[in-house]
Each structure stands twice: as C-alpha cells, then as structure tokens.
C-alpha cells in the first residue's frame, strides 16, 4: 500500500566508498568477494579536490564525502558541476560538536570562527559545491539511523521530479569527548552514488520495491556490515555488501518500524536485461 | 510543478504564539527584540553585549510525559509550535484522507537539539553527561524530525533538513519532490531553532553580531540580531476547481563560492529566484512581495538587493522582517514564509523595522514602510551557510 503507483528507480552510474582499510570501491568489492584486505591503506581519505593545505586541515566528515563524493563521478564520467547533491549524515562531525561544547563550557568567546562555520552539518556539501564549482542545489540531511535511506528517497524523488542524474552522498565520522558514549560512531565511513534515469551498459540498477515493515528486515550480516557495523552509518551497509556480491535485493532500515527493499540488477545481468528502466 | 495546496501555517516568534500575534505585530510596527538575557553556560561568564529574539515562556512549559524523553529547549518550542492555528487538526484531516503511512514528516533545523549538549557538557561529571541528560535522541541533529514524528505519530518519510539557514524553506522543495513521487500523499514542513551558545558566540566569532537591534538594508546596518522560532505548514495534492493558498514554485541552487560569505553578483541567489518563478509558471512582475532574507549584514544585503534589482521590476515590495524577529536561522525559512503566506491573504505588506536611511546601494524594491495592497503572489528567500540557497512561490487559488 505504501509503495509508489510508477517503482521509482535508478541506473547506478558510479560508486565511491572509503572506510579505514578499504579506501575505494575496488577494494570494498574485492574484500566482500575474497576476504582480502589492500597493504599500506591510508590513514585518512585525502580529498584531491582540495589543495594540500586544506586536505590536512578540513574536518574528517569533509574530508571522506569529498572522497567518495569525486570517485562516484568519476567512476560515472560525470562532471561533478552539473549535478544536484544530496548529503546524508546521522551526527554530522562529532569532533566538531565536541569542541563547541567544550568550549562553550569553558571559555565561549574563545570560539574559532572556522570551527563554528565548519560545524553546520551542510559543511561537506558546502566545500563540495565550492571545490567542484556546483550551482547546482545541494541539500544535507538526517534522519538518524535511517539517513542513508532517506537520502535515497530524496535522491530518487529528484529523478523523479526530472533532475537528469544526482549525486548521494553518505558519511559519518568518529565520536571522540564525552559525546561518545552518547552518540558512539567508530571510525570514519563513506560512500557515494551517482544515480540517474539513463539505462548504461555495464551499470547496476536498483528499484524501490516497497517501503516495507520491519518484521521481515534482513539480517546485516554482509562482510562490509560486519567489519564497519559501529559507525552511525552502518545501516546503508546491506546496500554496499549487494551491490558488492551482484545480489538482487537489499534491505535498508528506513525508520522507526520501516525498511526500504530495494531490487537490484548487478551490473553483469544489467548487460542482457531486456528493459532495465524506460528510456 | 503541481500547485500544492497549504492546509494550514502557523508561525511562532519573539513576537509571541501563533499567526494572530506575528500579524498584529506586524502592523503596529512592534519588534520583539531585546537585550540579550540568555544565561551563558560556562561559570562568571556575561551574556554577550547583543538584541536576541527570544520566545516567552518556553522556560516553563514541559513536554507532556509520554514525550518526556525527547525534552529539550528545541522540542519544547516545537511543541508550543504544533499547538497553534489549528495545525493538529490539519495533520489529523490529512491523516483521515491518506493514512498515517502516506503523510511525511520534513523539517528543517540548524541548532537541532544542540543546546542539551552544551549543556550536558557544561555539567560533566566524573566526565559524563549528567543522568538527566543522557538521552541519545536529543543528541543529534535529526532529534527534531524524531520528536515530531513521535508527538504526531506520523509514519511517512521522516527527515530533518539542516542546511544552515535555507533548511526550513527547503523542506517545502523536498516534500513537494516526495508527493510528486509518490512516496506520500501530505506532508508536514517547518522547522525549528533555538537560541543557544552554538549560534551566538558562534556568530559572534565570525565578526556578524550587531550591538544594537538589527537594521537589515539600512546604510549604518553592522550586523544581526539572533532569533529563535519555529513553524509548521502542512502541505497536499491540491484537488481540482479547490481555492485556498497554494506552493507554486520552489527554486534551489548553490553559490559555489564560500562557506560564511554570499557569492559577490548574488548569482546563487538569482539561480533560486529564477528557478522558483519558472517552476510557478510566472513571470517577476507577478510577484507582489519579496519576503527577503536580510540579516542585516553588510554583505548579504547588498549581495540580495543586487540580486533582486537585476530580476524584478521597481514595483515590487521587498522586506526583511527579521528587525521584527531576529534572524531565526533554520527556522527563518518556514516563519518568513508565513509572513509570504500572510502577506497574501490580508494584503497587508510589512516593511522594515528599524532602518531609517536606506542604503543607496539598495534598490527601489526595499521598502521602509508598510504597505497596503492585493497580491497575486508573494515569495521568501532564504540563503544559508556553505552557500546554499531556496526561493519559494506562494500564490492563491
């Protein structure tokens, strides 16, 4: 009943992805399929939309949806100026939250200026749209442990709405202070869709099946779910571990007592399918 | 795009609860401004030397019990808020034609719930938060989405927009965007923000605090005046041959510039206007008021009436109302639209409050005074940090 009268649905044209050891979706996927895990990962993504100055400067949040923000286009060959953006985040940067309040506590007018511009939760989307030159409308958004979903609908609802491709971008950092024990997100997790309407050889597609009740949710139990599951993110994991293992469904917890069930087509069966979306 | 028609706004202020009194302030030209009075959290520290628009009496109204959970001075106000001009009884006519299922919940928001942490923080002990406050869902940006998702027991999609000061006009972009999708039939959008030590020693860090009450497009203007608000609308499929007030258009864009400063030629901000006229299908001289976002700063008013001056003609009434209120960050979005909203059914025009000499650098489009007169249309911007822009359409049927 609560499924949409046309299945909204999209051609995933591009993936980024960076989690700590597995800092691109090749190494995701090659991890899922065989366990292994890259030699000399870096630490930290290094955004090569930034000069060098800056990448070591912006906050981690910035730094990881800016990363996986450039791989997803240029896995998609799209140019990133011409895409709409939508930035999805549970806590936003929780290093940052912790130094305002810590601050705020003890001495207030001492703020950073930088910090304090830095700590609205569209930053990343910000330094995006300034780095890449996007005029392009860019949103930021949360919806708790359902953010990633709910990007997703308001990505697919753009394309939808006409929007020729768009771009989602989803991301949660570590929490440090005494915010962790609060809010607890461990490590740094990212990963970026360039979505659109167009069918392409070679590109997985993915359908919103229904938005469904919890009751039948799937167990997260994907390699990539297993080894990330603290970061507040985590619950788009189910996601990355099907499009990593060429599954045909995923299941993403939406909110309270909901779940979005998505139906896939892996980029190989996208190839020979008959009519992967309407031209 | 698909007019959608708004069943019911409400907006409450520094000027007091509900449509009635922000209409009634409105037109005597009376502010709510005042001396800045918010306690400050870290020990033998002042208040800073500055006019907030602060709203009466949230200090003593708790949520009731079953909603004890989510306290907080955010969701209290959001709270108040829902109580107003008939907006329950509009969520429940929505929900009576569609199902809970198939109504969403988008609202915008930029402090969140972020006063409960700092206060959690100025109250550590033995490095934890205090009992009381150890509370995860008012500990995150969506606590607002979450809070009223709970107090309404909506059951659509549920999204906290926080794009800085744009966030609760965007919610009307994005709820139009998941009705024409079919991810639901109604949706609730509006947006709330709270003062806090976040925002004004946050802004005052930036240099953009003024000492005095705000004076938006005036030529000795030196800065902003903080508010907190919030507001709601519910917003539906406009049936055929219906009459009421409409969504027309909403336009979006980036500035692609700076994360604290407005791209220099307003090109962002034309971006959104331009957008939002074409979506309603109207030309600019249709436009009868421009609710403008005019902080105040020396650089976003000269920036917005550039903007405005290279699209629409002398004719158009043009404000800022945040003399009146403040600049109430993420929720300047929803209650500047109600002032759209307002405008449109009484024809009642706000100017400014506060400006006496208007800067020349300004267009004849910014207005002082009040004025008069019958609308067709009237519209709201609001621009917000990292450059993120939103225009909205309002016209009536």
């Known amino acids: 009943m609560t499924a949409a009268t046309t299945p909204l649905h999209a051609t995933i044209e591009g993936i980024g992805f960076w989690a700590p050891g597995l800092p691109t979706w090749e190494a995701a996927c090659r991890f899922v399929r065989d366990g292994e895990l890259p030699a000399d990962a870096p630490a930290r993504p290094s955004p090569q939309l930034l000069a060098p100055n800056e990448r070591r400067r912006a906050p981690e949040t910035v730094a990881v949806a800016l990363d996986v923000a450039l791989a997803a286009c240029r896995a998609a060959g799209r140019e990133p100026a011409a895409l709409p953006s939508v930035f999805a985040s549970m806590h936003g940067d929780l290093a940052i939250t912790d130094y305002m309040c810590a601050t705020l506590a003890a001495d207030p007018a001492s703020v950073s200026p930088t910090r304090f511009h830095n700590s609205v939760h569209n930053a ?37 709405s006409g929007s020729e491709a768009v771009l989602l971008v989803a991301y949660d950092s570590q929490a440090c202070g005494p915010l962790a024990a609060v809010s607890p997100s461990v490590g740094v997790l990212g990963a970026a869709l360039v979505l659109s309407l167009h069918p392409r050889e070679g590109a997985a597609t993915l359908e919103l099946a229904q938005i469904a009740a919890d009751a039948t949710s799937a167990v997260a139990d994907g390699p990539l779910a297993r080894r990330l599951g603290g970061n507040a993110m985590a619950p788009m994991l189910p996601l990355f571990d099907a499009l990593a293992q060429s599954a045909t469904q995923a299941s993403v917890h939406a909110g309270p007592g909901q779940h979005l069930q998505l139906r896939l087509v892996p980029a190989a069966a996208a190839i020979d399918a008959p009519t992967g979306a309407p031209a | 795009m698909a007019p959608l028609a708004i069943r019911a706004y409400t907006a409450t202020t520094a000027l007091g609860r509900g449509l009635q009194a922000q209409r009634a302030a409105l037109a005597a030209r009376r502010g709510g401004l005042r001396r800045n009075d918010l306690p400050v959290l870290a020990p033998g520290q002042a208040p800073l ?12 109204e708790a949520l009731p019990s079953r909603l004890a959970q989510w306290e907080c001075r955010n969701n209290r106000l959001a709270w108040m808020a829902l109580q107003q001009d008939g907006m329950l009884d509009a969520i429940a006519g929505v929900v009576a034609r569609h199902g809970a299922g198939r109504v969403a919940v988008v609202l915008g928001t930029s402090t969140a719930s972020i006063a409960a942490t700092e206060e959690a923080y100025a109250r550590l002990e033995d490095g934890g938060f ?21 107090a309404t027991g909506l059951r659509g999609p549920c999204v906290t927009v926080a794009t800085a000061c744009s966030s609760s006009a965007k919610v009307f972009a994005q709820a139009s965007r998941l ?22 020693f946050g802004f005052n860090s930036l240099q953009l605090v ?40 909403y336009g979006e864009s980036s500035d692609a510039h700076h994360m604290s400063t407005p791209h220099p030629q307003g090109l962002g901000a034309q971006l959104a206007m331009r957008d939002a006229l074409a979506r309603a299908g109207i030309a600019p001289e249709d436009v009868g008021y421009l609710n403008l976002h005019g902080t105040a700063t ?17 004719t158009l009434h043009a404000s800022s109302t945040k003399g009146w209120t403040g600049h109430t960050l ?43 007169r019958t609308i067709r249309y009237a519209m709201n911007n609001s621009f917000g940090f990292g450059g993120n822009n939103a225009a909205l359409v309002f016209g009536r049927a």
Do not use: K
């Open chain 1, 124 to 160: 990343a989307a910000g330094y995006w749209t300034i780095g890449t030159g996007a005029m392009q409308p860019a949103t930021a958004l949360s919806a708790g442990d359902a953010s990633f979903a709910q990007g997703l609908l308001d990505a697919l609802a753009q394309l939808h």
């Open chain 2, 49 to 60: 030397d500055c006019w907030i628009g602060r709203v009466d009496g949230l200090e003593d």
């Open chain 2, 130 to 150: 205090p009992a009381d406050l150890r509370r995860s869902q008012v500990h995150t940006p969506h606590s607002l989405g979450g809070f009223v998702q709970d």
């Open chain 2, 179 to 200: 009705i024409d999708a079919g991810l639901c039939d109604a949706a609730l959008v509006g947006g709330i923000d709270t003062l806090c030590g976040s925002v004004l």
């Open chain 2, 210 to 249: 003024s000492g005095e009450p705000c004076r938006p497009f005036d030529a000795q203007r030196n800065g902003l005046s903080l508010g907190e608000a919030g507001g709601y609308a519910v917003v539906e499929r406009a049936g055929d041959g219906e009459s009421g007030l409409r969504l027309c258009g």
């Open chain 2, 298 to 314: 020396p650089a976003n008013d000269a920036v917005e009436a550039l903007a405005v001056s290279a699209l629409f003609p002398e």
């Open chain 2, 330 to 372: 993420g929720a300047a979005g929803i209650v500047e639209s109600a002032v759209a909203l307002l405008a449109l059914e009484h024809g009642e025009l706000p100017g400014i409050l506060n400006s006496a000499t208007p800067d020349p650098a300004c267009g004849p489009q910014i207005r002082l005074d009040n004025a008069q």
